[in-house]
């Protein structure tokens, strides 16, 4: 099992870039193809948010990269304007824009965070996110803190549309801590084990098909760098071939193995030249029996030129020696099991047990008693 979880780690990268891409389809297939490798928490929150806001994504192709190194282009509402070495300059935000992100800092539970009350139902909670998301999105919204104001809106929806989370969320409550050292950052934490197991972006990417809408209909800015997505899509297609014929080896190798082991021991293995029991699918249907014991044992037609003299003596020692074993066990099953009966019968005072015991026939006991006189006479 472990040995996919690489496998399931490359499936997950390839849905998620699926899923900034719009296409739910491709991203619902290499989740469950994930799974199937190797079970993890983010590829079952990816696949039940996908199955539960699916169809609140849009079908857009936007595509988003991040990068170091790459200039970005596009105009805000202030301007932008970024230097060589791929260091952002300080964009324009307003009043609103910094206030709203610190009345986000401010609140203390997650039903304040999204505006809602704690009755609030799916819908309401949808409706909450999707106006706050768009409103606090690191690519519209360039406030100080508007990127961590996004991920605690984020954090707030995942948990509260998780209805377990949920409820465990209002028994324990989202009290601000009193320790500074739990309040980096955003001034609160009152996560307090409710994390989410889907990140802000795979969240938003969920309701709106890719990242934040731009007005060039090939390219997605992220505030750091635009693709286009004709070689992103190339590049996806080239990781699915090479995924896709690693993933089906690693697949098909147990079979492989089991039928090399099969060959293999039937190879090595011989069909023994004689059988206690008849056996059509071998020929070994002719009945004999050995001159000593007179054992019944069953040959194919050509036993009788195959094998004459010594080897006949010692094939019949070699069937007298199996039966004989053969009676010997299952003369100690019957007895235990009659000795079983008895012990229930005298503990449960069970007048059926003790009579199911004592009629027991003990066939193979009464075998091996008439073996052993054969072996006392001969």
């Not at 235990?336 to 007048?351: E, F, N, S």
């Amino acid at each position: 099992m472990e040995g996919n979880r690489d496998e399931a780690e490359r499936c997950i990268k390839i849905a998620s870039k699926a899923l900034e891409a719009g296409d739910k389809e491709k991203a619902s297939k290499f989740l469950n193809k994930a799974e199937k490798l190797y079970p993890t928490d983010r590829a079952k929150a990816l696949l039940d948010a996908l199955t539960k806001n699916g169809s609140s994504a849009g079908n857009g192709a936007y595509c988003r990269r991040p990068t170091d190194s790459s200039a970005r282009t596009g105009a805000q509402a202030g301007g932008t304007s970024q230097d060589s070495g791929g260091t952002e300059s300080t964009k324009s935000f307003n009043k609103e824009q910094v206030e709203g992100v610190q009345r986000i800092k401010r609140c203390k539970d997650y039903y304040e965070v999204l505006g809602i009350s704690k009755e609030a139902n799916e819908e309401e909670l949808k409706k909450a996110y999707r106006k706050l998301a768009l409103k606090f999105h690191p690519d519209k919204n360039h406030a100080p803190g508007a990127t961590e104001a996004f991920k605690k809106i984020g954090n707030a929806y995942a948990v509260l549309s998780n209805p377990d989370k949920r409820r465990q969320y209002d028994l324990t409550g989202g009290e601000e801590p009193s320790s500074p050292g739990h309040a980096q950052g955003g001034g609160f934490d009152f996560h307090r084990g409710f994390e989410a197991d889907i990140t802000p972006e795979d969240l938003f990417n969920m309701f709106f098909g890719g990242g934040f809408p731009s007005s060039s209909p090939h390219t997605f800015t992220n505030g750091r760098a635009r693709y286009s997505q004709q070689t992103d899509q190339r590049q996806e297609r080239a990781e699915e071939r090479g995924d896709g014929g690693f993933s089906m080896f690693i697949q098909l190798m147990p079979i492989v193995v089991l039928i090399l082991v099969s060959i293999l021991s039937q190879l090595m293995v011989s069909t023994p030249p004689y059988s206690l029991y008849s056996r059509p699918s071998t020929g070994q249907t002719i009945k004999r029996q050995t001159e000593n014991l007179r054992v019944d044992y069953y040959v194919t037609r050509d036993f009788k030129s195959e094998f004459k003299g010594s080897a006949l003596q010692k094939i019949e020692k070699n069937v007298e020696e199996d039966y004989v074993s053969n009676v010997r066990n299952n003369c100690w099953k019957e007895r235990q099991t009659k000795t079983d009966l008895l012990y229930a019968a005298k503990v449960y005072r069970d007048d059926r047990m003790r009579k199911k015991a004592e009629l027991m026939t003990m066939d193979n006991c009464r075998e091996l008693d008439r073996l052993n006189d054969l072996f006392r006479g001969g």
